[in-house]
């Protein structure tokens, strides 16, 4: 059985920091992507940041210079280090794997249960 857990959330002042983590356990055989969504109140899924198993980042236009991707491939941990929160980074985020069971299985999507992030002053 695979799992995927975030920590790290939280409430923070505008202008703050968080570290996001997610680490993923299991019979994994192999991880391509991992990334990070978020979703707010009333708006739908969106992605913020994706990093490749060869580490090419890409994120959302609203988050870059500010948050950044990063990932443990020996951990098969996750990370998203936001820096200079605004309130309109409130929602939960969410972690994301595209991960192999076997040699010859298929690529599939994997999901965190969620983590909280408030930029509240």
Same mark, same amino acid.
């Given at each position: 059985?695979?799992?995927?857990?975030?920590?790290?959330?939280?409430?923070?002042?505008?202008?703050?920091?968080?570290?996001?983590?997610?680490?993923?356990?299991?019979?994994?055989?192999?991880?391509?992507?991992?990334?990070? *969504?978020? $979703?707010?109140?009333?708006?739908?899924? !969106?992605?913020? #940041? %994706?990093?490749?198993?060869? /580490?090419?980042?890409?994120?959302?236009?609203?988050?870059?210079?500010?948050?950044?991707?990063?990932?443990?491939?020996?951990?098969?941990?996750? *990370?998203? $280090?936001?820096?200079?929160?605004?309130? !309109?980074?409130? #929602? %939960?985020?969410?972690?994301? /794997?595209?991960?192999?069971?076997?040699?010859?299985?298929?690529?599939?999507?994997?999901?965190?249960?969620?983590?909280?992030?408030?930029?509240?002053?």
């Amino acid at each position: 059985q695979v799992q995927l857990v975030e920590s790290g959330g939280g409430l923070v002042q505008p202008g703050g920091s968080l570290r996001l983590s997610c680490a993923a356990s299991g019979s994994i055989f192999s991880i391509n992507a991992m990334g990070w *969504y978020r $979703q707010a109140p009333g708006k739908e899924r !969106e992605l913020v #940041a %994706v990093i490749t198993s060869g /580490g090419s980042t890409n994120y959302a236009d609203s988050v870059k210079g500010r948050f950044t991707i990063s990932r443990d491939n020996a951990k098969n941990t996750v *990370y998203l $280090q936001m820096n200079s929160l605004k309130p !309109e980074d409130t #929602a %939960v985020y969410y972690c994301n /794997g595209v991960l192999r069971l076997s040699v010859l299985g298929k690529w599939l999507d994997y999901w965190g249960q969620g983590t909280q992030v408030t930029v509240s002053s």
